[in-house]
């Protein structure tokens, strides 16, 4: 009882000294002495003296910053500038003993290695700042853009806790030269935008109208083999933007006439999806054909291959003359070496014409074969192909399994023809005119 009485004579003691101290210094400032300097660093007004601890007064006196600890911001503590924050000197044994009805002490704890009770202050926001109901100086303990620490920035927000928001060279709100900050929002002049920096932190005005990494807008990268055009990524002359590739799309077979436009088996042909390949069709990519036996013609045209030229018809003046006996003997035969037997017994005596030696058998071979290669030209080339390009030049057994099938067709437009007329014999025992 006697401890409690003399901690109370102190206390009061320790007001009423407070009291006269506090009214010399009022009656002081009343006479119109000069206040006290500070001792801190140079200053124009206490905002240039914020020293970041949330307990203390921060005061710029006669052009020098002093700063004070101020218990009274720190409900159920005091301040420790040395810690730079509020705390609480409770002894304690168990967590139990910290916990009190303050609403501005949080998360109280006991630190069992120095028996002595911890908090945390009330921080709404997560900025590191109190409001001011707890002694500190945040102006909106909802909002993290808003602390006295805070750099004023242009968003709308009082950020610095001065009573002002926005103040300040548009500038230095925007971080970006030629910005300006209107209703809380950074602009750039007509055609840029106001895009972050990929190199450093910030912004800057950037022209997305020709910016290949922002074009038409922030974050907009043209790919590589594009360029950006008012705005637009742009491919060179004839090609357009299909994805992030560029292609013809007169030609492309995936993109025919319009992105994403697929021919399937089909030819990209000037922009439309076209059949090619077979002989009479446009050839595929403007150069092949799909039949090996064709190939591409004159006008972009699939046409029959002509790798063997056909036999060359004399002139029409050279026909042949036969023996009489010759017609019926070949109208008896049934096979082909019949026929052979039948010119070899012509009696037709073999002539001299140009100096070359001429008999009826070897004129009409020569003239038929002339005949049916006019007559049988697309037919007579196929099989010359085929016959060139799988049996090397030469018809025989193997041969004739290999390229039946053109050498049929062949033989079949010979059977059609009337080259046979030329047995007929106005002057039989003469092979000239």
Same mark, same amino acid.
């Given at each position: 009882?006697? *401890?409690?009485?003399?901690?109370?004579?102190?206390?009061?003691?320790?007001?009423?000294?407070?009291?006269?101290?506090?009214?010399?210094?009022?009656?002081?400032?009343?006479?119109?002495?000069?206040?006290?300097?500070?001792?801190?660093?140079?200053?124009?007004?206490?905002?240039?003296?914020?020293?970041?601890?949330?307990?203390?007064?921060?005061?710029?006196?006669?052009?020098?910053?002093?700063?004070?600890?101020?218990?009274?911001?720190?409900?159920?503590?005091?301040?420790?500038?040395?810690?730079?924050?509020?705390?609480?000197?409770?002894?304690?044994?168990?967590?139990?003993?910290?916990?009190?009805?303050?609403?501005?002490?949080?998360?109280?704890?006991?630190?069992?290695?120095?028996?002595?009770?911890?908090?945390?202050?009330?921080?709404?926001?997560?900025?590191?700042?109190?409001?001011?109901?707890?002694?500190?100086?945040?102006?909106?303990?909802?909002?993290?853009?808003?602390?006295? *620490?805070?750099?004023?920035?242009?968003?709308?927000?009082?950020?610095?806790?001065?009573?002002?928001?926005?103040?300040?060279?548009?500038?230095?709100?925007?971080?970006?030269?030629?910005?300006?900050?209107?209703?809380?929002?950074?602009?750039?002049?007509?055609?840029?935008?106001?895009?972050?920096?990929?190199?450093?932190?910030?912004?800057?005005?950037?022209?997305?109208?020709?910016?290949?990494?922002?074009?038409?807008?922030?974050?907009?990268?043209?790919?590589?083999?594009?360029?950006?055009?008012?705005?637009?990524?742009?491919?060179?002359?004839?090609?357009?933007?299909?994805?992030?590739?560029?292609?013809?799309?007169?030609?492309?077979?995936?993109?025919?006439?319009?992105?994403?436009?697929?021919?399937?088996?089909?030819?990209?042909?000037?922009?439309?999806?076209?059949?090619?390949?077979?002989?009479?069709?446009?050839?595929?990519?403007?150069?092949?054909?799909?039949?090996?036996?064709?190939?591409?013609?004159?006008?972009?045209?699939?046409?029959?291959?002509?790798?063997?030229?056909?036999?060359?018809?004399?002139?029409?003046?050279?026909?042949?003359?036969?023996?009489?006996?010759?017609?019926?003997?070949?109208?008896?035969?049934?096979?082909?070496?019949?026929?052979?037997?039948?010119?070899?017994?012509? *009696?037709?005596?073999?002539?001299?014409?140009?100096?070359?030696?001429?008999?009826?058998?070897?004129?009409?071979?020569?003239?038929?074969?002339?005949?049916?290669?006019?007559?049988?030209?697309?037919?007579?080339?196929?099989?010359?192909?085929?016959?060139?390009?799988?049996?090397?030049?030469?018809?025989?057994?193997?041969?004739?399994?290999?390229?039946?099938?053109?050498?049929?067709?062949?033989?079949?437009?010979?059977?059609?023809?009337?080259?046979?007329?030329?047995?007929?014999?106005?002057?039989?025992?003469?092979?000239?005119?």
């Amino acid at each position: 009882m006697k *401890t409690s009485l003399l901690r109370r004579r102190f206390a009061f003691l320790f007001r009423l000294s407070s009291l006269v101290a506090s009214t010399a210094l009022l009656f002081a400032s009343c006479k119109g002495s000069a206040p006290q300097q500070g001792s801190g660093d140079p200053c124009e007004s206490a905002q240039d003296c914020a020293d970041g601890v949330p307990c203390t007064v921060d005061r710029c006196v006669g052009g020098r910053c002093a700063s004070e600890a101020d218990d009274t911001r720190c409900p159920g503590g005091r301040c420790d500038r040395a810690r730079g924050a509020c705390v609480n000197d409770k002894a304690c044994a168990t967590p139990a003993d910290c916990v009190d009805a303050d609403p501005c002490t949080q998360e109280e704890r006991c630190n069992e290695s120095l028996r002595q009770c911890v908090f945390e202050g009330l921080d709404g926001d997560g900025d590191d700042a109190l409001p001011a109901i707890c002694g500190g100086a945040d102006c909106d303990d909802a909002d993290p853009r808003n602390a006295p *620490t805070l750099a004023e920035l242009c968003d709308g927000a009082d950020n610095n806790c001065n009573g002002a928001a926005d103040e300040g060279e548009d500038s230095a709100l925007c971080g970006a030269d030629g910005a300006r900050c209107v209703s809380g929002r950074c602009e750039c002049p007509a055609g840029q935008g106001y895009c972050p920096l990929e190199s450093a932190t910030g912004f800057h005005c950037i022209d997305v109208q020709s910016d290949p990494e922002n074009c038409g807008a922030c974050g907009a990268p043209c790919p590589s083999i594009t360029t950006c055009v008012g705005g637009q990524c742009t491919c060179a002359d004839g090609l357009a933007l299909c994805g992030s590739t560029c292609v013809d799309l007169s030609e492309d077979e995936r993109n025919c006439g319009a992105c994403g436009e697929a021919c399937g088996e089909m030819d990209c042909i000037d922009g439309a999806c076209t059949a090619c390949g077979e002989v009479g069709e446009p050839c595929c990519d403007g150069v092949s054909c799909r039949d090996v036996l064709s190939e591409c013609g004159e006008g972009g045209t699939c046409v029959v291959k002509a790798c063997a030229e056909p036999i060359e018809a004399l002139p029409d003046t050279h026909l042949p003359r036969c023996s009489a006996d010759t017609e019926p003997c070949i109208d008896a035969c049934t096979v082909s070496s019949c026929v052979d037997d039948c010119f070899a017994a012509d *009696t037709t005596a073999p002539r001299a014409y140009r100096g070359v030696s001429f008999d009826c058998a070897g004129c009409v071979d020569h003239q038929i074969q002339a005949c049916t290669s006019r007559m049988c030209q697309r037919s007579l080339s196929v099989a010359s192909c085929c016959v060139v390009e799988r049996c090397r030049g030469v018809i025989d057994k193997l041969c004739e399994g290999q390229c039946g099938e053109e050498l049929d067709a062949f033989y079949s437009c010979s059977d059609a023809t009337e080259c046979g007329f030329f047995l007929v014999a106005e002057e039989p025992l003469s092979c000239f005119p």
